[in-house]
């Protein structure tokens, strides 16, 4: 398992507040990809799930969790869990640590429920890497959108999101530094291969809610109720995301919430056809495209269902979640499934 720097920060004071509070030791297993939690009794060896972030970062690993074939073999190390997401997740019997000295272990004979504890000090945010800040994101989306276009040269990639060449090198350095590529072969045998992109998915769908989503908020505004049901968007300009585009494509989904991505430019046909009016507390949110249309597979009046995924995982709403879930199985595991 490759870990970044703040990963290993993480761990490392996870470890720490768990042994305190718990008079547990853990250790990592030699060939770190497990924790050993030694116990009088036994030693207990437990699969790793590491996560930055706050509650959108768990939310979206909790899709990954989900989909382990040894659920109870598993432990999220989370750098902070609030009392309810610990009930939450005691509740789903997902195990997890915290760094400050919350848990949840439930490997009988041992059974541990810890919660309450908060962070002493002030929190340092995550270093965020130049691959998941705000042009980086737009790139990383058009590789998870579009397999194989991590192994087309660095002009065309820059093409085709329309990011400068320079920042095209640095995503794809990062990437490469961070064990989500793989290089064989030199010259014209060279191929490049994107991998781990289970969790590199899991990775955007945080930085795409942190730091991309709310720049592209142009407005809220409200309309006449069920009006997106009889409206129709011409996808060169518009397209459905969030709620509605999670009904269009799953039919599982009674939205609350309205989504539309647009043009900057083209916004206003969309207010007018749909006789939308401003309103801040308004259920209808127009969000800037932020890709080139050749750039991302069309499909048709929604927007790419990895980006309906991540609106859905950053609402926080547990019908939304499992609304992903179903859009997870049904369009977007087999882009990312490894060759």
């Known amino acids: 398992m490759h870990t970044t720097n703040n990963q290993k920060h993480i761990l490392k004071t996870a470890f720490v507040a768990f042994t305190r509070q718990t008079g547990q030791v853990l250790e990592i297993a030699p060939d770190k990809q497990f924790l050993l939690l030694k116990t009088p009794e036994a030693v ?10 706050g509650a959108v970062a768990v939310n979206a690993a909790l899709g990954l969790f989900r989909r382990l074939k040894n659920q109870t073999r ?4 989370i750098p902070q869990v609030t009392a309810d997401m610990a009930d939450r997740l005691r509740t789903e019997n997902i195990q997890f640590i915290d760094t400050a000295g919350n848990c949840f272990i439930n490997q009988p ?3 541990l429920f810890i919660k309450g504890n908060k962070i002493q000090g002030v929190v340092k945010a995550p270093v965020v890497g130049r ?6 994101l737009r790139v990383l989306y058009a590789l998870l959108c579009n397999p194989g276009l991590e192994n087309e040269t660095y002009r065309a990639i820059a093409a085709k999101t329309n990011v400068a060449l320079g920042m095209v090198n640095w995503v794809l350095n990062e990437l490469n530094e961070l064990g989500y590529l793989v290089e064989t072969g030199k010259g014209r ?5 994107l991998i781990e992109k289970e969790k590199l998915l899991e990775r955007w769908i945080t930085g795409y809610a942190e730091q991309l989503r ?3 908020l142009i407005g809220r505004y409200r309309g006449a109720d069920g009006w997106w049901q009889k409206a129709a968007l011409n996808p060169e300009n518009a397209q459905w995301g969030g709620e509605v585009a999670a009904e269009k494509l799953t039919d599982y989904l009674k939205p609350q919430a309205i989504t539309v991505y647009v043009d900057k430019d083209k916004q206003g046909a969309v207010l007018i056809q749909n006789r939308l009016k401003k309103d801040p507390e308004g259920d209808v949110e127009l969000l800037q495209r932020f890709w080139q249309p050749g750039a991302i597979v069309p499909h048709g009046e ?3 269902p990895i980006l309906v995924y991540a609106d859905l995982m950053a609402t926080g709403n547990q019908r939304n979640i499992e609304t992903a879930r179903i859009l997870y199985d049904e369009h977007i595991v087999q882009l990312i499934r490894e060759d």
């Open 44 to 53: 207990v060896k437990l699969e790793l799930l590491i996560i930055e972030g």
């Open 74 to 77: 598993c432990v999220m190390i």
């Open 109 to 111: 004979p041992l059974y």
């Open 131 to 136: 691959a998941f800040k705000q042009t980086g």
């Open 189 to 193: 045998a060279r191929h490049i291969r």
């Open 214 to 216: 709310p720049k592209l």
């Open 302 to 304: 929604t927007v790419h």
